[in-house]
């Protein structure tokens, strides 16, 4: 079983959640974007995270425009799964971006980071850049996994949606990089179900997209 659940901006609340009862071993909860409890190194901070690397299921998220980079970045990645992680601690680990995994008998494509709306506090403009705007060689990969697997996934996660879908929420243009790159996988990839984080709210796109904020959902729903 896959759970999906929306930013978390560093509120361990979402962990309470009853539904997450449900989870068993090999099952995981997946957060789109904006998990910041990676955000400030303090030994109560790394408490808590290892204290979520205990469960006995998978804790994974993408980035969103709001983490500590600097801090994300002190991680270590390993192959899991398929694809790139960064290991935070035990059962949690970060999904990079344009990696293909198989996680509870799905096929999952990850493609955090996304354009910050203000201004993110704890990283530096070059390293918050970086997660706006993938380079070539990020975009390379990407394609690289998804053709590895014939353009078909399960499933994917990301903290911004394809443009058309944003602008189809808030009702006006939107230019992110990210966005652009997500439109062409929206036309080229054949896939069940997309989930985004970005907008805050909880919303049922039809027929096959959701923007998923403080709900927990089941993605086979």
Not at 90 to 104: D, K, P, S, Y
Not at 186 to 212: C, M, Q, Y
Request: aromatic fraction near 10%; charge should be neutral.
């Amino acid at each position: 079983m896959i759970l999906v659940t929306g930013d978390v901006h560093g509120d361990i609340t979402r962990f309470k959640d009853k539904r997450l009862r449900r989870l068993r071993k090999s099952d995981a909860l997946i957060i789109c974007g904006d998990f910041g409890l990676i955000w400030d190194g303090s030994r109560k901070e790394k408490r808590i995270l290892k204290s979520l690397g205990r469960r006995r299921y998978n804790i994974l998220f993408v980035e969103g425009s709001h983490e500590n980079f600097e801090e994300l970045e002190k991680y270590e990645t390993e192959e899991w799964c398929g694809g790139l992680t960064r290991k935070i601690s035990g059962n949690l680990r970060q999904l990079i971006r344009g990696q293909v995994f198989e996680v509870a008998g799905k096929r999952i494509f990850a493609f955090g980071g996304g354009k910050a709306d203000d201004t993110a506090e704890n990283s530096t403009d070059a390293l918050r850049l970086k997660y706006e705007i993938p380079s070539p060689e990020e975009l390379a990969e990407a394609d690289k996994r998804l053709m590895q697997c014939e353009n078909r996934v399960d499933i994917v996660v990301s903290y911004e949606p394809p443009t058309t879908i944003a602008e189809f929420l808030d009702g006006q243009p939107h230019t992110s990089k990210i966005g652009a790159y997500l439109e062409e996988k929206k036309e080229s990839l054949d896939f069940s179900h997309w989930f985004f984080g970005k907008f805050h709210r909880n919303k049922r796109i039809p027929t096959r997209f959701t923007a998923v904020f403080d709900s927990v959902i089941d993605s086979e729903e």
